[in-house]
């Protein structure tokens, strides 16, 4: 259903963007997300927007990275700027999708991540 890509290896400083795209028989799509998890340490909520463009980030991004979607296309973005090497992390994307099979529930969908490494 989640589709993550735009992952790799960067220099410290330097940029990349993540995509997610949905599929299958989508009804809506509420709010998205991306997530990330570093080795040995606890999955954190990097960035969310809702429906209606409304965002929340984590601290630590803020004024780095950028969360967007396009509704046509069902895809959520996260583009990351000035990474740092603690960027390091496998980065997950979330969905909260209404199916034709479920249309009266809003279920969380999670992509199969994509790994960001930031060298120093």
């Known amino acids: 259903q989640l589709q993550a890509s735009g992952g790799g290896l960067v220099q410290a400083g330097g940029f990349l963007r993540l995509s997610c795209a949905a599929s299958?028989?989508?009804?809506?799509?509420?709010?998205m997300a991306w997530y990330r998890q570093a080795p040995g340490k606890a999955r954190e909520l990097v960035a969310r927007?809702?429906?209606?463009?409304?965002?929340n980030y984590v601290n630590s991004v803020l004024g780095r990275f950028t969360i967007s979607r396009d509704n046509a296309k069902n895809t959520v973005y996260l583009q990351m700027n000035s990474l740092k090497p603690e960027d390091t992390a496998g980065y997950l994307c979330?969905?909260?999708?209404?199916?034709?099979?479920?249309?009266?529930?809003?279920?969380?969908?999670w992509g199969q991540g994509t790994q960001v490494t930031v060298s120093s």
């Open positions: 299958g028989s989508i009804l809506s799509i509420n709010d």
């Open positions: 927007i809702t429906s209606g463009g409304s965002t």
């Open positions: 979330t969905a909260a999708i209404r199916t034709v099979r479920l249309p009266f529930s809003a279920i969380d969908y």
